[in-house]
């Protein structure tokens, strides 16, 4: 592995947080699907964060004091295993390819764990993150503490190791950050690629289709996430994913896709026209949510605050909403009574990275919202939905629109790493007029 350092690295800053103790990493396990068929795997990001590792069946010690280790549990070398289901790394080669100090047998964990917890004052774990490691870990102690009396000492306490890990993965490193723009330029031109593909009387799924062409063929190993191609009114649920519809002339289309690469998501929303022309009251709602877009991507950098965008969108939207004659009253009414939840009821953004909805508090333990800085990467998604009410002009029903950008804040702003995803009302009907 020729980033070797940057994993090794990670480890030396989570010991150094946990001071003295034990962390116990496991990867996440396979999960099957129907009878004897598995979903592709997917690693748990924590672990993977901190080894570099992609293999199932794997759990990182690390031991944290005066000779910090990090030791590695893995399948074994296994050619009948290899036959039919690929390369397995093996402990011996594992330790050399990752920089792990020791790797053992993952079949060797009821053994060595008890010896390697007993004398450590504390164990870092993520409890209650999985039943079947919860048990694991808590028999590991009993049986710990029913040897006290040949002389060990079970740990007195347990912390959960997410609470430190959260905080180290919210700050990206330049290697992190180099695939996050990876990831976030092929997701940009897959959405550029499906928007040009949209035409009347296709089905939702065929523009997915388009997008994940793209993005298998740029190298991302999965999508991010359960995408949505959602065609008019379907836009209006928020978590449709069923994709199944077919695209009307008049309607919009909302796309919300991003893919994985090497583990880092990309996370865009895009809606346009169906037929490539936006209509007028489209093109009103349209306007509204990108100016809001825009100025919360203004007020994501540093000397600002994690809220800061939402706030700033949320102004411009209320503004907007009553010059539209959707909501009533002036815009600080809109904006104390909350009325413009009717057609905005989400939030602007998450932090993004190894999940899409990534690691990370949102406000400091004084309550406070967390200063933006250097490193953070979040998305900004603004959107409006406005489904038939008797109080809404007939001509807003069923539109839906969201715009959403992956944003990295930077020491002097901020860098839109989605910048290549077409969105501005003239690039976007350019755009697919040039479709063939
Ligand atoms: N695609 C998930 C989200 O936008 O939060
Ligand atoms: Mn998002
Ligand atoms: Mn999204």
Redesign the pocket.
Known sequence: MDNIQEFKQRRVALMQQMGVGIAIIPTAPEVARNRDSHYPYRFDSYFYYLTGFKEPEALLVLIAGDVPQSILFCRDKDIEKEIWDGFRFGPEAAKTTFGFDAAFSFKQLDQKLPELISNQPQVFFSLGADVAWDAKVTGWLNEVRGLVRTGMNAPAAMVDVRQLLDQQRLVKTPYEIALMRQSAEIAAVAHNRAMQKTKPGKMEYEVEAEYLHEFARKGAQSPAYTSIVAGGGNACTLHYIANNAELKDGDLVLI?A?CELDGYAS???RTFPVNGKFSGAQKDVYELVLAAQLAAIDTAKPGQHWNAPHEAALEMLAQGFVDLGLCQGTKDEVLETESYRQFYMHRTGHWLGLDVHDAGDYKDQQGQWVPLTAGHVL?V?PGCYIRPAENVPEHFWHIGVRI?DDVLITDKGNEVLTKSAIKTISEIESHMEQAS
């Open positions: 919300d991003g996370d865009i929303t998305t998604e959403e």
